[in-house]
């Protein structure tokens, strides 16, 4: 944990989030500023800075996080429709949480990235 982390502080339950799933590893809640009728942030409850470094630390958590995806996809309705996962890494991406997290999106056609 660290003091100063946004998302560890969520997981520490010290700031409110609605949290939609819960896992020994896994903390999944709603964004605060959705982008997509269905906007979840699945983090793990490890930190690390981002995706790239949680691999390397803790693959299966990695793993985790998209298991826990495709339950999330699941309960909230979109898993046969389509969803989008994604994991903004550094600056220039739009990273703005340095804590490893992986986006769930949709709830309506997304178009495409490129
Ligand atoms: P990033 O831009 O780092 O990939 O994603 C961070 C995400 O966290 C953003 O989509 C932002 O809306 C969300 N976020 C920032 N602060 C909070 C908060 O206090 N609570 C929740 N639930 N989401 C937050
Ligand atoms: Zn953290």
Redesign the pocket.
Known sequence: MSDDC?FCR?VAGE?P?TVVLETKTILA?????PQAPVHV?LVPKLHEPNAVALAERAPGELADLFVAAGDVAESEGIADSGFRLLF?TGADA????FHA?L?LLGGKPLGHLA
Not at 29 to 33: E, K, L, S, V
Request: charged letters at 10%; aromatic letters at 6%; hydrophobic letters at 55%.
């Open positions: 946004l969520i700031i989030a809640f709603r964004d605060i500023a942030v903004n739009g990273q703005t949480v997290h986006h």
